[in-house]
């Protein structure tokens, strides 16, 4: 089992950026392909991106690729999104998830969640 601690959230201004982080336990972290998914208010919770175990594959939402960056180090335990170019609508609370199975979009394929971490941009 897998516990995942987010932060990195906070109040931004449109065209700002953050560096969300994702702390997991245990020492197996480099065996879960990860991903960061967000929901905002009264909206189903949606895919951001997400990496593969070794950190060499990454695959993003259309709405965020070219703005977002998701990495890993798995040294640190450690999954990282980078958010640039913020805009009113990428205000959320921003969740990692660990998977066992295989990377992708599709949140069932996610085990272990995180509490989440809010991002509000204002324009």
């Known amino acids: 089992q897998v516990q995942l601690v987010e932060s990195g959230g906070g109040l931004v201004q449109a065209g700002g950026s953050l560096r969300l982080s994702c702390t997991a336990s245990?020492?197996?972290?480099?065996?879960?392909?990860m991903g960061w998914f967000r929901q905002a208010p009264g909206k189903e919770r949606e895919f951001v991106a997400t990496?593969?175990?070794?950190?060499?594959?990454?695959y993003y939402a259309d709405s965020v690729k070219g703005r977002f960056t998701i990495s890993r180090d798995n040294a640190k335990n450690t999954v990282y999104l980078q958010v640039n170019s913020l805009k009113p609508e990428d205000t959320a609370v921003y969740y990692c998830?660990?998977?066992?199975?295989?990377?992708?979009?599709?949140?069932?394929?996610?085990?272990?969640w995180g509490q989440g971490t809010q991002v509000t941009v204002s324009s």
């Open positions: 245990g020492r197996t972290f480099s065996s879960y392909a």
């Open positions: 990496i593969t175990r070794s950190g060499g594959i990454t």
């Open positions: 998830a660990a998977s066992t199975t295989s990377y992708g979009p599709n949140m069932e394929s996610y085990r272990y």
